[in-house]
């Protein structure tokens, strides 16, 4: 058999995606794993999509880069919080989800052999767009418990010749939500060192109070500088349907398009026609969105603490870092990984979650991570069964 590539020894399967195999295979599991609303997305859509499906042109190829429909909604929504028109022809590109939308801009910017900065933890994809796009990834550490980062740190890492940096905002796994004085700063070393500042905002409107969300394009300089990437599925609860999208100045963009036209083609055509109907419904929907998810956490945590165990309270995102160090202590985990741990608690707890390990790039093993995109039923649930941890702790 001829030998594989050497890059794809360089990185392993996704481990969130495994997990929920592991859920899915284990009857009556909830899977706190893999990042998912358990509930509808809004009626709005679903009528749209039933509309779309009953046939027309929307059933082809839509334009390679984004239907121009759903162009036009993005630019619309994004040019005042950009503060900037935004050319829905020039400097929008429709991708796969946002996971394309992030490899497309990799492969767009990064040569054989440059650095790009990820900070640590980070999702487990920016590591493999990396080296998929042979490109260096180089590490900052985020430090818990406020996963702050040593601006210092930061500026020498810049100085090896930088071609990018990946920032979450908010941040999966750990909910940290950057501030505009930290974004700006950020965007400041790229304007010094040349570099591109490629945004991942999913969960741009899943922010707590106080936290703000600050868009890094709006930031002085972020017109040339700042890539934008972000998705639709957490907005609209609509994680199957794969839409994705990019803003970015008109040279990048045009060049982020050949790159999808290859990697992808196009996104799903009826699916961008459907989506249109989300962005009628305005800031009431987000206000809406954010009350849900406050009020999820909020159950979550208080759950948390009833048991006893240690965990994040995230500024935005829906996801919570447990820390599992009292359980690796005692006899009965002596020796354990993360990953074990959470193999045993699918098993024996009935709770699916996601080593901590593998978003971090330094020796980090004593954090799982959990979610609480799910009904409150389910939450309340999965907190009942999570008791069953109290008799470790003892």
């Not at 020039?90 to 989800?97: K, L, M, S, Y």
């Not at 803003?247 to 999808?260: F, G, R, T």
């Amino acid at each position: 058999m001829p030998e594989l590539s050497h890059r794809v020894g360089l990185f392993t399967d996704s481990v969130i995606r495994r997990m929920t195999r592991i859920s899915d295979a284990t009857e009556g599991s909830i899977n706190l794993s893999q990042g998912f609303p358990d509930f509808d997305p809004p009626q709005a859509l679903l009528d749209s999509l039933a509309e779309m499906a009953k046939g027309g042109e929307q059933h082809q190829y839509s334009i390679t880069f984004g239907a121009q429909s759903l162009r036009k909604c993005i630019a619309e929504k994004y040019s005042p919080l950009f503060g900037r028109t935004i050319d829905p022809e020039e400097e929008v590109v429709i991708t796969c989800g946002g996971t394309e939308a992030m490899m497309a801009a990799m492969m767009t910017v990064c040569n054989p052999g440059d650095n790009v900065v990820i900070f640590s933890p980070f999702y487990e994809n920016y590591s493999a767009d990396a080296i998929l796009s042979g490109a260096n990834p180089i590490y900052v550490p985020l430090v818990p418990p406020a996963f702050d980062f040593d601006r210092k740190a930061l500026e020498e890492t810049f100085q090896q010749n930088v071609k990018a940096i990946i920032v979450c905002n908010p941040s999966n796994p750990c909910g940290k939500v950057f501030t505009k004085e930290e974004l700006s700063y950020i965007l400041s070393l790229c304007v010094k060192y040349d570099a591109f500042m490629i945004t991942d905002e999913v969960y741009e409107h899943i922010i707590f109070a106080p936290a703000k969300h600050t868009y890094a394009a709006s930031l002085p300089g972020g017109d040339k500088y700042v890539i934008t990437c972000n998705s639709l599925s957490k907005t609209f609860s609509i994680t199957g349907w794969r839409l994705g999208f990019l803003i970015a100045a008109s040279d990048v963009a045009e060049n982020v398009k050949k790159v999808h036209d290859f990697l992808t083609v196009g996104a799903p055509a009826p699916l961008q026609e459907a989506v249109c109907a989300g962005f009628s419904l305005g800031q009431p929907y987000y206000d809406k969105l954010v009350a849900t998810y406050s009020k999820k956490r909020k159950i979550f945590c208080d759950g948390l603490d009833s048991i006893g165990l240690k965990h994040t309270v995230p500024q935005g995102s829906y996801f919570i870092m447990v820390d599992i160090s009292d359980f690796l202590s005692k006899d009965y985990f002596k020796g354990w990984s993360d990953l074990q741990f959470c193999e045993w608690m699918v098993k024996e707890v009935g709770v699916a979650a996601v080593p901590g390990s593998s978003f971090f790039r330094e020796d980090v093993n004593n954090y799982i991570r959990l979610h609480f995109a799910r009904s409150e039923d389910s939450l309340k649930e999965a907190i009942a069964r999570l008791g069953k941890l109290q008799k470790y702790l003892a």
